[in-house]
């Protein structure tokens, strides 16, 4: 083993951490997901964001290697998650959605057992501190909340120090500072060179924590990029200012990238409809210092992650 | 507010060793199991009351020739073995597999056969210590068993063919049916073979046509055997056959049907 580690390591970085390509799975008649196709970078945070049912715990469990693609295929880490289970399960970390213990273990018990299976496990008392988990730590599994079970889930994810991992709805349950307080975890695992993919249905968690989100709806990719990126394709980003009535808009449209519109809707308040980047604001300053016009407010409305869902899906979140 | 404790989260991957894994699982297995008060009433209780209450028992039914205490005492070896190995465990695994135990196992570096070894590894410590303590108080309550060693490992010759049967049946509903289901099943079968199942009673006491059907069943097989071993003149060898057959039979059974989900 301790020779293999740095080979391991090295080859890693040459591959990516995660490729899914086409995808296809069935349960029975249905067909939960459908051509799905998505590449993970080492080193990032990637988020898979859909409604129920949109096909996000089959393309997990899929790299997880609890079962084999029925159409398409699945590389983890360089690796075939099926027929090489035996060489990732040491090194991928897995938070199923939820149960995965006794009911009669003890927190502190369980996670213990689970660092057992490993060669190089953290501190278990350190995590339990860390994740605030001591006040429960003798408490047995059915009597812990949801929230505890979460808790102890992730740990258990992450105990066995593992390049990358998988988290299936990791804060669903949680409340506001423990959400937060994962958060900071997935963020401190991504700085430590940890690999994560997640699975959410909440727009917020994806743009705070990613570096890459894949919008899934009906077992397809249907939008991938940056959130921010995938935030201001979307079509209704505007930006509103007010300033002296009678501007030539005409002109200023000439002065904006081409596909950039600009009303006066009411007297002085002007309504700028487009690609709203850094560049466009820094020509509409310029434009207005040629003028002499001084904008007396200025208000960005970029779309936000959830506006842009709703508007490739036609259905809300949740 | 405590300032958060330093953890060095950077990958460092890698499985324990494969003694470390099997230690890990069959202690957590065998400790889950007797922290469970319905597994120690199952497999050390109930036959314990009825080796107590068995050694009357020839006031209610007649076992046939013999000292009631020689006759009771390897039916209840027989009866704990069947206790461990199919109830206790088809349950166990059973709720396992509903609270994805099974899962998040599969998930880790523990490997298949470590989880089945580990179960094998649990069964096997309770069965030592049901046999030490129930043959113990059989002895303390004058059950002379005869054959001396021989008979001993033939004894151990039955328990381990009579284990791979049972638990790989119990293994097989567990990795059917629904955790209620195997629940029910497990408990069901348990109740049928104590009754009737050639387990506590000579089969030289059933009707003729039962005992045919009887020296067949697993439960027949073991707990004659288990009584002929302690009478000094050793299991027939169409007993040890019919064990062997259920056990390898049971056991390919299980290796292709088994849901690890």
Same mark, same amino acid.
């Given at each position: 083993m301790g020779v293999s580690e740095p080979v391991a390591a090295t080859s890693a970085r040459d591959v990516p951490a995660v490729e899914v390509v086409d995808l296809v799975m069935r349960y029975g008649s249905t067909t #939960?997901?459908?051509g799905l196709s998505l590449t993970v970078e080492p080193g990032t945070v990637t988020a898979i964001l859909?409604?129920?049912? #949109?096909g996000k715990t089959t393309t997990i469990e899929t790299c997880e290697g609890f079962r084999s693609p029925h159409g398409g295929s699945v590389r983890v880490l360089g690796l075939d998650p099926v027929a090489d289970g035996h060489l990732l399960r040491p090194r991928v970390g897995v938070m199923l959605q939820s149960g995965g213990a006794w009911s009669g273990a003890r927190s502190y018990e369980m996670l213990r057992h689970i660092a057992s299976l490993h060669a190089h496990p953290l501190d278990v008392d350190a995590l339990i501190e860390r994740l605030g988990m001591g006040s429960y730590g003798t408490t047995p599994y059915r009597r812990l909340s949801g929230g505890q079970q979460q808790r102890l889930s992730l740990a258990m994810a992450v105990v066995g120090r593992p390049e990358l991992l998988f988290l299936d709805e990791p804060t669903a349950g949680l409340d506001p500072a423990a959400r937060r307080s994962t958060w900071e975890l997935i963020a401190e695992l991504r700085s430590s060179g940890v690999t994560t993919v997640l699975t959410t249905h909440f727009m917020d968690e994806a743009e705070a924590l990613s570096d890459q989100v894949h919008i899934v709806d009906a077992g397809r990719v249907i939008a991938s990029g940056t959130p921010q990126s995938l935030a201001s394709s979307g079509s209704k980003n505007t930006l509103r200012f007010t300033a002296r009535p009678g501007l030539d808009v005409e002109d200023l449209m000439l002065a904006l990238p081409h596909d950039t519109k600009v009303d006066?809707?009411?007297?002085?308040a002007y309504v700028v409809a487009g690609a709203v980047d850094p560049q466009l604001l820094a020509l509409l300053a310029t434009w207005c210092a040629a003028q002499g016009v001084l904008t007396e407010s200025l208000l960005v409305e970029r779309q936000t992650l959830e506006d842009r869902f709703l508007e490739l899906t036609g259905k809300a979140l949740r | 507010m405590t300032s958060p404790t330093t953890l060095d989260l950077s990958p460092r991957p890698g499985s324990a060793s494969r003694a470390a894994m099997l230690k890990a699982q069959t202690a957590m297995e065998l400790r889950l199991q007797t922290r469970n008060g319905e597994q120690v009433l199952l497999t050390m209780i109930i036959p314990l009351v009825l080796l107590v209450l068995g050694a009357r028992a020839s006031q209610i039914v007649?076992?046939?020739?013999?000292r009631t205490i020689d006759i009771v005492t390897p039916g209840i070896l027989a009866l704990a073995v069947l206790s461990t190995s199919f109830t206790s465990l088809a349950i166990a695994t059973g709720f396992e597999r509903r609270y994805g135990i099974i899962k998040r196992l599969g998930a880790s570096p523990l490997p298949r056969w470590g989880l089945l070894f580990g179960k094998i590894g649990a069964v096997v410590i309770v069965e030592v210590v049901q046999l030490a303590v129930l043959s113990g108080v059989g002895l303390l309550m004058g059950w002379e068993p005869h054959g001396g060693l021989t008979a001993l490992g033939q004894m151990v010759l039955l328990v381990v063919l009579g284990t791979a049967a049972f638990g790989s049946l119990g293994l097989l509903i567990a990795g059917t049916l629904r955790a209620e289901a195997t629940l029910a099943v497990a408990n069901l079968v348990y109740v049928l073979l104590l009754v009737g199942g050639g387990l506590l009673v000579p089969?030289?006491?059933?009707p003729e046509a039962a005992r045919h059907v009887l020296e067949l069943l697993p439960s027949g097989a073991l707990g004659q055997g288990l009584r002929d071993t302690f009478t000094g003149d050793g299991p027939t060898a169409f007993t040890t056959v019919v064990l062997l057959i259920w056990a390898v039979c049971a056991s390919l059974m299980v290796s292709r049907t088994f849901k690890w989900e």
């Open positions: #939960a997901v459908d859909g409604p129920n049912g #949109a006066e809707i009411t007297p002085g | 007649d076992l046939g020739p013999g089969l030289s006491r059933y």
